[in-house]
């Protein structure tokens, strides 16, 4: 029953709105902006680690032979680099991208659920401090591969619980974020916005939320199961209770290929909106983009098993996982098609976002190419485990996804700090990162195409050349992102000032832009109009 | 007796309306929303249906540990929607009459009213205290201050700045209304 009271108090209600101050200010944040900056900032964090991970394994690779490190660490560094790039780096990133922008770029005051929005991020630094403690706990941390395939992850010691649920508690905020994400988008768009007029970004994660809802209960349910076989006498993976290891797999990839989409979804957004402001044109073929994200993402359902071609399946499974995953050419080529029409006979200019931009879309494309070589059966068989795959997915996810958020980041930079960066740097950093990017991942094509394996600390001689140059690359790559660091925080504490609009274009056309930089806590400094 | 059964009914934007009496001046606020219950239950039907698709099929294998999870998740989504459908249920009606600035705020903990002396009162919006914060708009008066306007945009809030400053005056102003 609804009730009434009157008062007449010296402090009436809602007058003590405002942030609280200090550290408070971040641990209790519920505004959009403060978290998607806790977001972004705990990426570059955990970019880094990760990062001094990667350079742990190439720097082991620089020659043949062990040398710094012993099997079992290198092994714990190849399984925790990805855990962290994935779950702690581009996921976060993405994350915070949607929580920065999309109340912006729909018109909406703040995220539908701010309370669960600061839940959702501060389950991350826990998540991650237990997944990094599995490494100072007897038995060491995960060393089977990110994709834990039973038995040999059941073989690890005080680590497992622990990995269990880090990665439960990764899945949860997840989870969290992308129904906030939906919700948001869903119900609280302006006036006038329709579906249809949403900016691609949006669409692009309203879509990637749809994955993530759909695929995290396989994710958890996996690992709980790992988690039963192993202290709880359940046998859903082992054969000798009548279990299969293989379903694992199956499970696993089920999660796991979507996985992949919703970590480069978004990125397909970020580059939509980037291309058409500094082509000086709309974006080209906008329903379409649309159309073939959501394509991409109802095929990302039914290929799972190009993952796990060699664990052995019947000929008509394999011929149909093949055409499926070959049949996702088809929307990524109209993507990639859509892009380069959108910039051809444009004006274009190349300011860092753009220079990103363009890289993705060469760089993407050849992680594409190199995913339909492994879609194909017979090849698969040789190139399965190989640096091949390492190859491939590695300029689908680092030139694909990692730069797309650099582009991201210098694309709205400005609008967040209220200050323009150091263009010069900022370009030097995108030279830097695109040659060292290439050194260090493609001679793994050859090595992988020679029949180097994946996931070993030695090997022979015959890869020593590629390895050394991969390894060079590796530091450049590695080095250069320093700069990236260093011209963010320069940015944050200050810098020439920003305009509202930012880029000299007639475009940017979103609502963000429509606002001042930074843009004012819940604020539109003009009208939202959809037009 | 319903619970939200003291809402004024809504309305599209939010705007001065002759009010009910003479010389009564009421501007009503609520936060937008995009979806009604209808297609917010049919949106809570087309992201639960795959992902309970997937759930059955996982356990049709035998695989049921992935189900509770399933369901959790879907309870969370359905949460969601309808903490946010809620929330959109707020309002808040500013009634300005010759004597006294009145204002009232449902949620879902029910009303809460605040009276202001029409002349001894003044409208301020406050700049944000950060760069990343809101401006706050707040009916001042002899110490008192209420917050008006928390759930709207920016520009919502600065368009109700102006209405309300042409409503209410200065302090030891009254204009006529």
Redesign the interface.
């Known amino acids: 029953m609804a009730h009434a009271h009157t008062h007449d108090a010296a402090h009436d209600h809602h007058d003590d709105h405002g942030p609280a101050k200090g550290i408070g200010r971040w641990l209790f944040a519920t505004n959009h902006k403060d978290i998607g900056t806790m977001y972004m900032l705990f990426s570059l964090l955990m970019f880094f680690i990760g990062g001094a991970m990667a350079l742990v394994i190439r720097a082991e690779l620089f020659q043949p032979g062990m040398q710094l490190v012993d099997p079992m660490f290198f092994n714990q560094m190849t399984t925790m680099h990805a855990l962290i790039m994935i779950f702690g780096a581009v996921m976060p990133a993405f994350v915070g991208l949607a929580n920065w922008m999309i109340p912006l770029q729909v018109g909406a005051p703040d995220m539908a659920l701010p309370r669960m929005n600061n839940f959702s991020f501060w389950i991350l630094p826990f998540a991650f401090t237990m997944l990094l403690g599995t490494l100072f706990v007897p038995g060491g941390g995960p060393a089977g591969g990110w994709t834990m395939y039973p038995p040999l992850s059941q073989q690890l010691g005080d680590g497992f619980p622990m990995l269990i649920f880090a990665v439960h508690l990764m899945g949860a905020s997840s989870i969290m974020g992308a129904i906030n994400v939906i919700v948001t988008i869903m119900n609280m768009r302006a006036p006038g916005m329709s579906l249809l007029k949403m900016p691609i970004f949006v669409w692009t994660w309203l879509i990637t939320a749809y994955l993530l809802i759909a695929v995290m209960p396989v994710l958890a349910g996996a690992v709980t199961m790992l988690l039963t076989d192993h202290y709880f006498g359940t046998t859903f993976f082992e054969a000798a209770g009548g279990g299969d290891p293989v379903m694992f797999q199956h499970i696993f990839w089920f999660f796991g290929h979507p996985e992949v989409y919703i970590m480069i979804l978004p990125a397909f957004g970020i580059v939509s909106e980037i291309i058409p402001t500094f082509s000086r044109k709309p974006l080209f073929g906008y329903d379409a983009m649309v159309y073939a994200t959501a394509s991409i993402a109802f095929l990302s359902f039914i290929v799972w098993a190009h993952h796990m071609f060699t664990v052995g399946m019947p000929l008509a499974g394999q011929m149909f996982f093949m055409l499926a995953t070959m049949l996702i050419a088809v929307p990524t080529g109209v993507k990639v098609f859509n892009w380069t029409a959108t910039m051809f006979k444009g004006s274009i200019s190349f300011e860092p976002p753009m220079l990103f931009a363009i890289s993705f879309l060469f760089l993407f494309t050849i992680g594409g190419f190199s995913g339909l070589m492994l879609a194909i059966v017979p090849a698969d068989f040789q190139y399965h485990d190989t640096y091949f795959v390492v190859a491939h997915f590695h300029y689908v996810l680092v030139p694909g996804a990692v730069f797309s958020l650099m582009a991201a980041a210098y694309y709205w930079l400005p609008k967040w700090t209220g200050h323009m960066y150091n263009m010069k740097l900022a370009k030097a950093h995108f030279w830097l990162s695109t040659i060292f990017v290439n050194v260090l991942f493609f001679p793994q094509h050859f090595l992988g195409l020679a029949g180097m394996p994946r996931r070993i600390p030695d090997y022979s001689t015959q890869f020593a050349d590629w390895n050394m140059i991969s390894s060079i690359g590796a530091f450049g790559f590695g080095l250069s992102q320093l700069l990236f660091a260093y011209i963010v925080f320069a940015c944050i504490r200050g810098g020439e000032k920003a305009t509202d609009k930012v880029w000299d274009s007639g475009r940017p056309h979103g609502l963000e832009w429509t606002l001042s930089s930074p843009p004012p806590y819940h604020s539109f400094e003009t009208a939202p109009e959809v037009k | 007796?319903?619970?939200?059964?003291?809402l004024p009914p809504p309305r599209?934007t939010p705007d001065a309306k002759p009010g009910a009496r003479p010389g009564e001046r009421v501007l009503e606020l609520m936060?937008?929303?995009?979806?009604t219950p209808k297609t917010?239950r049919i949106?809570i039907a087309s992201?639960a249906a795959?992902?309970v698709v997937?759930?059955l099929m996982?356990t049709a294998?035998?695989?049921w540990?992935?189900?509770p999870?399933?369901g959790?998740?879907i309870g969370?989504?359905t949460w969601?929607?309808r903490?946010?459908?809620r929330s959109?249920l707020e309002r808040e009606t500013i009634t300005v009459t010759q004597d006294s600035v009145i204002?009232r705020?449902w949620d879902r903990r029910?009303?809460?009213?605040?009276?202001f002396p029409r002349h001894w009162s003044r409208v301020t919006l406050h700049a944000?205290?950060?760069?990343?914060?809101?401006?706050?708009l707040?009916l001042e008066s002899r110490?008192?201050?209420?917050?008006?306007g928390?759930?709207?945009?920016?520009?919502?809030?600065r368009?109700l700045a102006v209405r309300l400053k042409q409503l209410v005056g200065n302090m030891n102003e009254t204009p006529a209304l």
Not at chain 2, 1 to 6: E, G, P, S
Not at chain 2, 31 to 35: A, K
Not at chain 2, 150 to 157: A, I, K, Q, S
């Open positions: 007796m319903n619970a939200r059964a003291d599209p936060p937008h929303r995009s979806l917010a949106f992201v795959p992902t997937v759930a996982f294998q035998g695989f540990p992935v189900l999870f399933a959790l998740e969370l989504l969601a929607v903490a946010s459908m959109g204002i705020h029910g009303v809460q009213s605040s009276v944000p205290p950060a760069a990343l914060h809101p401006s706050r707040v110490g008192r201050a209420c917050e008006v928390r759930f709207l945009t920016e520009d919502e809030r368009s």
